[in-house]
Structure formats: C-alpha cells, structure tokens
C-alpha cells in the first residue's frame, strides 16, 4: 500500500531547479502540500528522479538466460540500489512479466541482441545466419520490444585466427535498411560497438544511440555532438578489457592488444567525449557477469574519469528520462524517487547510501 509522505530538504526536479519539499499520495507526487499534510510521515534528505539505468539486462547471466527466479532477485536488486527505471539494452528471456510487477523498477525493453553465429557471446542474442535477414529480424524486435532495439556491431572474428580482432558484422547498406525499419516500426536502434572501424558505418545509418563507444576517435565524436547522438560508456565493463584480453593469450594477440589499449585509456575516452558535448547516458552492463545494482558504482567510475559529479547526476536521472520518455519530478508524477542523506553532487559515493527507495508511492 501507498504511505503518504513528506519528502522535505532538497528535492532536485531538474537542471538549476530545486524545490524544498514535495509529498508523496496515493502513489503520486504533489508538489503543493495536500489536506492532511500535517500527519504524513517526514522523510529528510536530498530527493533524486529514480535512477535511470539505460545499459542492463534483466533475465541475463554468464551463460544466457537465467531462471525467473534469478531474474526477479536482479530487478529487486537494481531496485534497492535506488534504480527505478530501466532500458534493457537486450535479454534472451521475454522479460515483459517485470512489468506486471509493482514491486520492480519500470521497464522499457529493447527486446534480443541481433547478433551473428560465432560472433557474439553464444545463448545471449538471436543469431542471424544470413546477413541480409537484418532488417526484417530488426522490425520484428522492433513490434517485440518497448520502442528500442539492440544490435551487436561488431565482435572479434576467429575465423581469422592469429590476427583475428573486433570486425563489423553488418555491411553499411544492411544497416541502413535496418534501422529504417526500425523507424518504421515506431523504434530506435541502438548499438554495441567496441572499434573504431564500426562507428563510421553506424552513424551513416542513423543509429540512436552508442553503447560502450571506446573505439570512437576524434571525428567520431564531433559528429556524435553535432547530432546530440547519445554513448553510454559502461565504464565497469570496459573495466574488464584486460580479462578478455587475458583470455585470448597468445591465441589472438591482436585483440588483445587492441583491449588492453582501449582499457589504459578508457577515462581519457569519456572525458573527450564529455568535454565535447556528446550526451552520456548512464547504463551498468549489469548482467552477464556484472552484478545487478551495480549503477551507484558506474556512476563513480564516470567521475573518476573527470566527469563533473552534478552533469553525471543528471544523466542518471531527469536527463535519462527526458530522453526515454518517461516522468520525473512533477506534480501527479508518479512517486519514483531516492533519498539520500547527503548531496550526491558534492559526493557521488552517496548514491551508495540512499536513505529512502520509493517506487509507486512504496517505501523500500
């Protein structure tokens, strides 16, 4: 059931806008106090939007597909962390059962991974045997998912064996197709890149949006700025570029070469991409092997890289949701905020340490 509550300190509606309290009724925010305000339960603090994680996957761990079970501890757990919103950036279980659910964080679903055979992690994404078979397998996902799809755009070829590195996966003239279908259907495209050699072709064919991006180089990245094109970074996972390079050894040593590369320089990436106004939105990776609630920590991770803590806040929460489609802090909003002890803008580590999670109007 709804708890009537007074949020009271500073509430952050958005960019320059601050509010000293707001109240939580029947599930909905009011920004103006309502009768029986008096008697509503007061929670101090600073007041965020939900977090937004716009790079997880619910229903994904290191072999594919999990069971419901595992799924549902992953939602509450991104719930818990204070992550109310999620973008499945792809996920091989038809995950649309969380949004049945009142108890877990909002979902908008990208649908499966388009990937090809042996050229992707294998039991994550739907494989395409013919390369041509794109942009019908992009409209289905289209009508599946929640207005977004996911394509894999490149993967490390094998076939090629001591040089074997990242190569694209679709030809420039495949991709146009399909992210017109896309379009289409109502959809937007966005799109696992690690290389650079991908990004030319990605952009020619209008993609949405840009996950991981660390192979972007200087042109890339003012054309990303000029279009307003969003990178998510997932700092965490190009974290573990060394592992997978460590796992190619002296098999694929160019690959491996080439991650190690991207990892020694993979905050000098998100600062350059920062400080030339390409938007950044915020997503963990979470699934597969990163543990789910793991936002709090990514978003440390793009500080550290030297992003201003108050520009990774926004990107977190009322940017992220502008930019989904989805409310914030408004009057008859749905009561989708974190409270935290401290400022986060001052401290990003107090995202780790909020003091209340509330989702539809329930206290966490």
């Known amino acids: 059931m709804s708890e009537t509550l007074h949020l009271r300190g500073t509430v952050l509606v958005g960019d320059g806008r601050e509010r000293d309290e707001c109240w939580v009724v029947d599930g909905r925010l009011a920004?103006?106090?309502?009768?029986?305000?008096?008697?509503?339960?007061?929670?101090?603090?600073v007041v965020l939007p939900g977090l937004v994680d716009v790079h997880?996957?619910?229903?994904?761990g290191p072999d594919g597909e999990v069971s419901a079970a595992e799924a549902l501890a992953q939602a509450r757990a991104d719930r818990d962390a204070g992550t109310l919103l999620v973008r499945d950036a792809g996920s091989p279980m038809d995950?649309?059962?969380?949004?049945?659910?009142?108890d877990l964080?909002?979902?908008?679903?990208?649908?499966?991974?388009?990937?090809?055979?042996?050229?992707?992690?294998?039991?994550?994404?739907?494989?395409?045997?013919?390369?041509?078979?794109?942009?019908?397998?992009?409209?289905?996902?289209?009508?599946?998912?929640?207005?977004?799809?996911?394509?894999?755009?490149?993967?490390?070829?094998?076939?090629?064996?001591?040089?074997?590195?990242?190569?694209?996966?679709?030809?420039?003239?495949?991709?146009r197709d399909a992210v017109a279908a896309a379009h289409e259907n109502g959809?937007?495209?966005?799109?696992?890149?690690?290389?650079?050699?991908?990004?030319?072709?990605?952009?020619?064919?209008?993609?949405?949006?840009?996950?991981?991006?660390?192979?972007?180089?200087?042109?890339?990245?003012?054309?990303?700025?000029?279009?307003?094109l969003p990178v998510t970074p997932t700092l965490l996972q190009v974290g573990r570029f060394t592992d997978f390079a460590d796992q190619a050894g002296p098999k694929y040593p160019v690959f491996a070469a080439r991650m190690r590369r991207m990892?020694?320089?993979?905050?000098?990436?998100?600062r350059t991409l920062a400080e030339a106004g390409v938007p950044l939105l915020m997503g963990s990776d979470a699934g597969g092997t990163i543990e789910h609630g793991s936002l709090p920590a990514?978003?440390?991770?793009?500080?550290?890289?030297?992003?201003?803590?108050?520009?990774?806040?926004?990107?977190?929460?009322?940017?992220?949701?502008?930019?989904?489609?989805?409310?914030?802090?408004?009057?008859?909003?749905?009561?989708?905020?974190?409270?935290?002890p401290e400022d986060p803008r001052e401290d990003i580590g107090v995202l780790t340490r909020p003091s209340a999670v509330v989702l539809r109007g329930v206290r966490y």
């Not at 108050?310 to 009322?318: M, N």
């Open 105 to 175: 964080p909002r979902l908008i679903r990208a649908g499966h991974h388009l990937a090809r055979p042996k050229r992707y992690l294998r039991h994550y994404g739907l494989e395409l045997e013919r390369v041509g078979d794109l942009p019908d397998a992009v409209a289905e996902q289209a009508r599946f998912g929640d207005g977004w799809v996911k394509l894999v755009g490149d993967w490390i070829d094998r076939s090629e064996g001591a040089d074997a590195d990242l190569r694209p996966l679709w030809p420039r003239d495949v991709l």
């Open 298 to 340: 990514e978003l440390a991770e793009v500080v550290r890289a030297g992003v201003p803590a108050a520009d990774v806040v926004a990107a977190a929460t009322w940017r992220a949701r502008a930019f989904l489609g989805a409310e914030g802090i408004a009057d008859g909003a749905s009561a989708d905020v974190v409270v935290y």
């Open 263 to 270: 990892h020694a320089r993979r905050y000098e990436q998100v």
């Open 187 to 228: 959809a937007r495209v966005t799109v696992h890149t690690f290389s650079r050699e991908a990004v030319d072709d990605l952009l020619d064919a209008g993609v949405d949006g840009i996950e991981h991006g660390t192979g972007m180089d200087a042109d890339h990245i003012d054309e990303a700025a000029k279009r307003a």
């Open 31 to 45: 920004l103006t106090a309502p009768p029986g305000a008096w008697s509503a339960d007061v929670v101090e603090g």
């Open 95 to 102: 995950n649309r059962w969380v949004q049945d659910r009142e």
């Open 56 to 60: 997880c996957h619910i229903g994904l």
